[in-house]
């Protein structure tokens, strides 16, 4: 398994721990997730050893517009505002995201820039997978790998 804690850095979070111990937590949102939604507790036990739980409170950015994307989040609790900068540079809501909704998952698989700027609403608990997680997981469990790819390239 990996070592989800060593995995990535987000010193303007609060590192609560190894997913693996919120793991009933995160199947719990599961059916509001489109990316997730075909995935066993027994899928998602797996998956979150390779994974880290951050807790973001109001007000702070979780990811900023134009940066490089190298993981992807998973709401688990709370709510994230996403803006996207208008031609006048001005930061314009175009989402607000609920438990069970994904972020950056885009940039981690293409390696584009960050899309928008996604603020933390309200107290947030997010679940972290890292492309070198994912490429983890593929090595270590082809199945469950295979299958975050074909759920993440219908997204």
Request: negative net charge.
């Amino acid at each position: 398994m990996a070592d989800a804690a060593e995995q990535v850095r987000l010193p303007h979070l609060e590192l609560l721990g190894d997913a693996s111990q919120f793991a009933s937590q995160i199947h719990a949102i599961i059916p509001r997730s489109k990316l997730f939604e075909n995935f066993n507790l027994a899928e998602i036990r797996l998956m979150s050893h390779f994974m880290q739980l951050f807790l973001a409170e109001p007000g702070m950015e979780v990811i900023r517009e134009g940066e490089p994307g190298d993981f992807m989040m998973l709401l688990i609790e709370g709510r994230i505002e996403v803006f996207k900068q208008d031609r006048w540079n001005s930061p314009r809501l175009i989402a607000v995201l609920d438990p069970g909704d994904t972020l950056g998952e885009m940039s981690m698989i293409d390696g584009e820039p960050r899309f928008a700027t996604c603020v933390a609403a309200e107290r947030s608990q997010l679940a972290v997978l890292t492309r070198e997680s994912l490429a983890r997981i593929i090595l270590e469990q082809p199945i469950l790998g295979a299958k975050v790819l074909m759920e993440l390239v219908q997204m």
